[in-house]
């Protein structure tokens, strides 16, 4: 028989985490992850507050916790953002061990929000505790921003927090949101930007009919399919030198009644554009309009604009985020756009230095999510050197 994976020795970081995937926060619920770790915060002189927003059926908790700098309200502010829910765990059968119940095998440790992101979260509280036992009174401010609304609809999340603090004049300076960006190893990738996202939901309308008398009718699949062979094949923009070019895609399409002696009488397509800045969300609705337009398609056409395309140049923070990360790990973190949405585009919407950096990314979402053991404590390390850089 195999000898038993040795048991890892109890670290800060993997201790926080545990106790963190042990609370079953899938969206919105927090299920009392922001009160776990505002009480190490407050234990470390944090001012903390909720502030909830969302109806009944969607209360969103969102944390605000803020420790000033030595010159007041006149310190530069450092915040660590980031989300306590998670996605739904899909089929329990489906994983290895209980998502709820951290699991340590193999040199990882297994759960829902290993990697997505309550680790991220451990380490950045394990790391202010450390830099300030160092430095008890640092001359920046240091913030938490945490919500249980990322994962969701993000109505009711950060963007709330975002528009209170704007209200109250508080000041942002830097901002490190705990997404995982490393892909091959930590610290390979930091991402101080993102596209944009812009979503349609295309409805084309035809006749119903009996497939046997297509004369009486007029098919909207067949009526949108060369519009859509060219929106597939469209060079939309060959992005720039932070971005890459913008990419559309169709998410889901549907028709017809489910007999397959019924000709259609609407089609509906939902798609998707990650954009750039070489592309502004009006001039792509245009562009598509325009097509359509041509091709003849009968439609109606719904727009959702997700988030806009931000950018944050290369400066103090990045500059010591990167340093951090080398000291700490040896790798030469990359600075990329690439990926998804986050909270960062509404953080940037009232902080001008706005990056994120977080654990690999290989299984988030995934059955059996989980973070590499080795990774914890140097994830928290890299957070301690960037308080060292910019705070102390």
Known sequence: MPSPSPVPAPTPTLDLVRELIR????????????????????????????????PDDWRVDNLWALRPGSAGADSPVLVFAGHTDVVPTGPLNAWSSDPFEPSLRDGRLYGRGAADMKSSLAAMVVAVEQFLRAHPQPRA????????????PARDGTVKVCEELHRRGQRLDWCIVGEPTSTRTLGDVIKNGRR???????????????????????NPVHLLAPALAELAATV???????????????????????AGNVIPGELELTFNFRFSPASPAPRLQQRVVELLQ??????????????????????ELSRALVEAIERE??????????GGTSDARFIAKVCQQVVEFGPPNASIHQIDEHIELRHLEPLAGVYRRTLEALAA
Do not use: M
């Open 141 to 152: 401010s240091i913030a938490f921003l945490l919500t249980s609304d990322e994962e969701g």
């Open 23 to 54: 609370r079953p926060s899938v969206s919105p619920a927090d299920a009392g992850c922001q009160e776990l770790l505002a009480a190490r915060l407050r234990a470390c002189g944090f001012a903390c507050e909720t502030i909830a927003s969302g």
């Open 236 to 258: 939309w923009d060959e992005g720039d030198e932070h971005f890459p070019p913008t990419t559309w895609q169709v998410s889901n399409l549907h028709a017809g009644t489910g």
């Open 294 to 315: 041509r091709h003849g398609v009968p439609h109606t056409l719904q727009w959702t604009l997700g988030a806009e395309p931000f950018l944050t140049p290369v400066g």
């Open 196 to 218: 944009g996202s812009l979503s349609g939901k295309l409805t084309v309308h035809g006749v119903q009919g009996h497939v046997a008398y297509p004369q009486l009718a007029r």
């Open 329 to 338: 790990t040896g790798a030469r973190a990359e600075l990329s756009t690439t």
